[in-house]
């Protein structure tokens, strides 16, 4: 069965020159400021300004114990694509242990770093977004991907201690991957999917061999965070992203009619968020949210992203229950490692790669009439 990484072997992505040390830095380097003109398409031009959540305008926090969940979801999935969730049993320990991970690992010198650096057609390690190489700015922010299992990086980075490590994040990737499970069902009923219709969540229903990478994120204090970007805006690949963010904000979510949107940390909530293979199953009526993060100039941030997807041979297509005369399938079926290599190739244009009709207000047509159009974000 192909891997996850297969999917980037065919699509290396060679990134700028030597990572420098953003923490050393006391201006913003020109190759680091980004302004509108530079940005690759509208919707990731740099506009800092966002609206303050008012009541109408807060990302939708849902409680997993209550018994109305799957319907807060659904709710919450039309109409933002991203939600924050509490009561979601992950152990505030276990939190408090992957950010401490996380910020023993990017506070080690830059040269030390690198001896876990990512390759150019691999997906784990250590380096900068890969989503960099899609736009003509750099990002201030460096992250680390793990695919399976950290030993190996680990080992490089941490000879005589990363036994402690590995430990931690192997207690995270299996306490997300049985809420992402647990998530999924959530979803699925929201939308009317069982047990029964859904044959690649496998005989039990719990998704076993579901494939997924973790993914950590530090975002250095910054001298110009005004005109710096941590990451750009991006829809993810996956299914359904679990992310958790230190206290500090910086991810925003863009919001048709109302532009980007802080999501601010909660403290033990954590934040899922729709991407494209959900959006895809759901024919289009869940939101793939298209979101970035910014910087600032005092304090440090971290995130920890679990990209979720399903298993390696599970076809992905928009799903019987959601397809009738009035909505036809919006998307062509595809595996997750074929959509990441539309994705590695194409990026927020992936999407449309996989259409093969096109929603518009009172109707369908042809997506073929529409090939330009710029970034689905519902
Ligand atoms: O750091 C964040 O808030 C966003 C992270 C993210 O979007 C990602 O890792 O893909």
Redesign the pocket.
Known sequence: MPSLSDAFRSHPVFLHQKHPDLTSLQELPDSYAWSSSSAATTDNSLQHQHHDATADHRVPVVDLDDPNASSFIGSACKSWGVFQIVNHGIPSALLRDIELAGKALFSLQPAHKLRAARSPDGVSGYGR?RISSFFPKLMWSE?FTIVGSPLHHFRQLWPDDYTKYCDTVERYQEAMQKLAGKLMWLLMASLGISKEDLQWAGPRGDFNGASAAL?L?S?PTCPDPERAM??AA?T?STLL?I?H?NNIS??QVFREGTGWMT?PPITGALIVNIGDLFHILSNGLYQSVL???VVNRTQQ?F?V?Y?YGPPGNAKISPHAKLVGPSRPALYRPVTWNEYLGTKAKHFNEALSCVEVCAPKSGGLFDVSETHNSSVQVG
């Open positions: 977004a992250g993914q994120n975002y941590g990451l991006h993810d992203t992310l963010q910086g991810l999501v979101h970035r993060a941030r995130s992203a990209l």
